[in-house]
């Protein structure tokens, strides 16, 4: 099985500056893409940014030029700074990859999502 497991979801004032990580975890082959999604109440879950295994980056308008994406190959953990932070930015923060795993003697797909993290910033 291939875990997700997301961290640094806080409590920030407006302006302030935060960085979640989601280290993907299991007999992992190969990750393709990670991202990070976002849900706030009473809203649908949308894109906040993804990153794929060459590096190339894909931003949600909302949060072009505060936030920034990485990841680190070695370690299977993607992760997101989050700077100018805006009351806007709250929800849960949601990390998801795909790629392959190893099962048993088979090398099968699989698409994964964290547990999520809470994100709230006070105005």
């Known amino acids: 099985q291939v875990l997700l497991v997301e961290s640094g979801g806080d409590l920030v004032q407006a302006g302030g500056s935060l960085s979640l990580s989601c280290a993907a975890s299991?007999?992992?082959?190969?990750?393709?893409?990670m991202g990070w999604y976002r849900q706030a109440p009473g809203k649908q879950r949308e894109l906040v940014a993804t990153?794929?295994?060459?590096?190339?980056?894909n931003y949600a308008d909302s949060v072009k030029g505060r936030f920034t994406i990485s990841r680190d190959n070695t370690r299977n953990t993607v992760y997101l700074q989050m700077n100018s932070l805006k009351p806007e930015d709250t929800a849960v923060y949601y990390c998801?990859?795909?790629?392959?795993?190893?099962?048993?003697?088979?090398?099968?797909?699989?698409?994964?999502w964290g547990q999520g993290t809470q994100v709230t910033v006070s105005s």
């Open positions: 998801n990859a795909d790629g392959t795993h190893v099962s048993g003697t088979q090398v099968l797909p699989f698409v994964r």
């Open positions: 299991g007999r992992i082959f190969r990750i393709n893409a």
């Open positions: 990153i794929n295994s060459g590096g190339s980056t």
